[in-house]
């Protein structure tokens, strides 16, 4: 049963072990005094325990990944003599991960994934690996082919990766969630908390702020004993949110700010420092004509050398199709694509060959806002049901790639009438093709309302990049495999 107690200042709720604060009467101006400067405080236990196990675990499978590059070529590669003064050199390659950044994000960041540090991995993997090639004479009694280098370079770059993937789900299934409070905008405090309560992020969220000032604060820190605070500031005021960045650093709890104007011009922005100004340069929307062909390019080589792997998957399908109900092994549906052009999405028939015209009785079954889906739908053939839970009736939209109406990885193509209700700023996202799957598909594309995911594609846009493609499509192998596809 929720309690609720009423102040001067405003009112508290306790709904089921959470903390909602929420100012009645008094809104909070500019600070007129002086910020106080930061002070780092000493971490409550569990954050230390925590992150002293993350960056434990790294370092043990970092320097397991040495130990293997140095021995087992030593003792493999024809000419070369082990020496044990090589195990000397396994601290390096803790030593350039912790150059490169590789143990302290962890700490800063609410979701800890291994694919945001592959970049850094390639370079530290190469580094090391010149590195112990430069102390190859006293070390290394023979001479090291260059192709064994390049060998050796790739092969420490994918034993971090997969050491470090392994390393994160262990500390991950071994720690606590998270405890965080949320203080900010009280429009947006509902979409963050659901944000961050996902499974992958081992948050939970404690409560929420509408407004609060650092006094209070203080309180709330100590009574739900946080570990995180997430800033959503909904004004302009500088002064305000630093002061409860630093009541929340002097508690030694982690700070997390979101920070509004990312929400037009994204993450892709270059920090400018000019005499000790620091600005935003904000890059340009959309893709050059290089990009394009680039990204044109990875589309048609993926889509070739998926459509002839995947071509026994595709005759057990159809015929599976057209033994189960009568009607076409494909299903035809008109999308609205690249700078709204039309074109006919096609995927395997899972439904019944009348749906579409019973579509309008089934309305009031519709679970998401904008977008027609449903959980149970009665349509679904019993081959459907097992396609749609493998995502292998999307496995035609290959061809729409082939043909370049569609893109390995986009913004999710619409039908006419949900493309009818993107209107403003988010019709940007009609400017790169759209795709078999996004940031729209991890989510999960039932769950996600239309007005949310047409921002989700705008910002993906306006945030491109080749990297991205190919993270977004690391991520929809495992979402696919845990048979969450629609």
Same mark, same amino acid.
């Given at each position: 049963?929720?309690t609720?107690?009423?102040?001067a ?10 903390l909602r ?11 007129r ?5 930061i002070r ?14 993350y960056?434990?675990?790294?370092g043990?499978t ?9 021995t087992v070529?030593?003792v ?6 082990f ?5 000397a050199l396994?601290?390096l ?5 912790k ?5 302290d994000?962890?700490e800063?960041?609410v979701r800890?994934t291994?694919?945001?540090e592959?970049?850094t ?6 580094l090391?690996i010149?590195?112990?090639w ?6 290394l009694h ?10 050796? #370079?790739?092969?420490?770059f ?8 392994g390393a %994160? ?13 949320? +203080?900010g905008d ?8 659901a ?7 081992n948050v939970?969220?404690v409560g ?8 209070e ?5 100590d009574?739900?004993?946080v570990?995180?605070v997430?800033i ?13 960045v ?8 982690r700070?997390s ?5 990312f929400e037009?011009?994204?993450?892709a922005?270059e920090?400018?420092?000019v005499?000790g100004l620091t ?5 340009r929307f ?15 080589a993926?889509?070739t050398?998926?459509l002839l ?5 595709f005759v057990?399908?159809?015929l599976?199709? %057209?033994?189960?109900?009568?009607g076409?092994?494909l299903f %035809? ?7 709204g %052009?039309?074109?006919?999405i096609?995927?395997f028939?899972t439904?019944v060959?009348?749906?579409?015209l019973r579509k309008?009785?089934?309305?009031d079954?519709?679970?998401t ?6 959980a ?6 019993h081959v459907?049901r097992?396609?749609r839970?493998v995502?292998?009736?999307e496995l035609?939209?290959?061809l729409n790639?082939w043909?370049?109406?569609?893109s390995l990885?986009?913004p999710?193509?619409l ?17 790169l093709t759209?795709?078999m799957?996004?940031? #729209?598909?991890?989510?999960?594309p039932?769950?996600?309302p239309?007005?949310e995911?047409?921002? +989700?594609?705008?910002?993906?846009v306006?945030? #491109? ?7 977004i499509?690391?991520?929809? +192998?495992?979402?696919v495999?845990s048979?969450q596809?629609?």
């Amino acid at each position: 049963m929720a309690t609720r107690t009423d102040t001067a200042a405003g009112s508290r709720e306790h709904a089921n072990g959470r903390l909602r604060f929420r100012r009645t009467g008094l809104a909070l101006g500019p600070s007129r005094r002086p910020v106080q400067s930061i002070r780092e405080g000493d971490s409550p236990r569990q954050v230390k325990v925590r992150e002293g196990l993350y960056r434990r675990i790294l370092g043990l499978t970092d320097a397991v990944v040495a130990m293997l590059v140095l021995t087992v070529p030593a003792v493999a590669l024809p000419g070369l003599q082990f020496d044990i003064r090589l195990l000397a050199l396994v601290p390096l390659l803790i030593v350039v991960n912790k150059i490169g950044g590789l143990y302290d994000r962890d700490e800063v960041v609410v979701r800890r994934t291994t694919l945001d540090e592959v970049p850094t991995l390639f370079q530290t993997a190469g580094l090391f690996i010149l590195l112990v090639w430069l102390a190859r004479d006293p070390l290394l009694h023979g001479e090291i082919p260059s192709v064994a280098v390049f060998k050796l #370079w790739i092969a420490t770059f994918v034993l971090l990766v997969v050491g470090r993937l392994g390393a %994160r789900w262990l500390a991950k299934r071994l720690s606590r969630p998270e405890r965080c409070l949320l +203080i900010g905008d009280g429009s947006w405090i509902g979409s963050i908390a659901a944000k961050l309560s996902t499974p992958r992020n081992n948050v939970e969220v404690v409560g929420s702020a509408a407004d609060v000032e650092p006094l209070e604060l203080s309180a709330l820190l100590d009574r739900l004993n946080v570990q995180r605070v997430v800033i959503a500031p909904h004004s302009t005021d500088a002064g305000q949110t630093l002061d409860l960045v630093r009541v929340a650093k002097a508690a030694g709890v982690r700070v997390s700010v979101v920070p509004r104007l990312f929400e037009v011009v994204g993450s892709a922005v270059e920090f400018d420092h000019v005499d000790g100004l620091t600005m935003l340069g904000v890059r340009r929307f959309g893709l050059t004509r290089s990009s394009v062909l680039l990204k044109r390019a990875f589309d048609l080589a993926g889509s070739t050398v998926l459509l002839l792997a995947l071509a026994p998957i595709f005759v057990i399908a159809a015929l599976s199709i %057209r033994l189960e109900s009568a009607g076409p092994v494909l299903f %035809r549906q008109t999308r609205v694509g690249r700078e709204g %052009r039309r074109f006919q999405i096609i995927k395997f028939r899972t439904m019944v060959a009348d749906a579409e015209l019973r579509k309008s009785e089934l309305a009031d079954l519709n679970e998401t806002v904008g977008l027609f889906k449903i959980a149970n739908d009665p349509r679904v053939t019993h081959v459907g049901r097992v396609l749609r839970k493998v995502s292998l009736d999307e496995l035609p939209q290959l061809l729409n790639v082939w043909r370049g109406e569609m893109s390995l990885v986009g913004p999710r193509p619409l039908v006419v009438d949900e493309d009818a209700k993107v209107v403003g700023i988010d019709r940007s996202r009609l400017h790169l093709t759209p795709g078999m799957t996004g940031h #729209w598909q991890i989510l999960g594309p039932g769950r996600v309302p239309l007005q949310e995911m047409v921002g +989700i594609d705008y910002l993906y846009v306006a945030n #491109w990049s080749l990297w991205t493609d190919v993270k977004i499509l690391l991520r929809t +192998i495992p979402f696919v495999l845990s048979r969450q596809g629609i």
